[in-house]
């Protein structure tokens, strides 16, 4: 089990139904596919109408 998976025992009943986030700049790459990935451009973003 990771470190993360770990910590996460500790702290919530059930940590197999967390799902994990992964912050960059332009890009993630390598993520596995239960990850979310999330970008600078994805949090930025103008809203649609603006």
């Not at 910590?7 to 979310?36: F, H, I, Q, S, W």
């Not at 600078?40 to 603006?50: M, Q």
């Amino acid at each position: 089990m990771g470190k993360l998976s770990e910590k996460a025992a500790r702290l919530v009943p059930d940590p197999e139904r967390l799902r994990y986030a992964v912050c960059a700049r332009t890009e993630v790459t390598n993520a596995d596919a239960g990850v979310m990935a999330i970008t600078a451009a994805d949090v930025f973003a103008p809203e649609p109408g603006a």
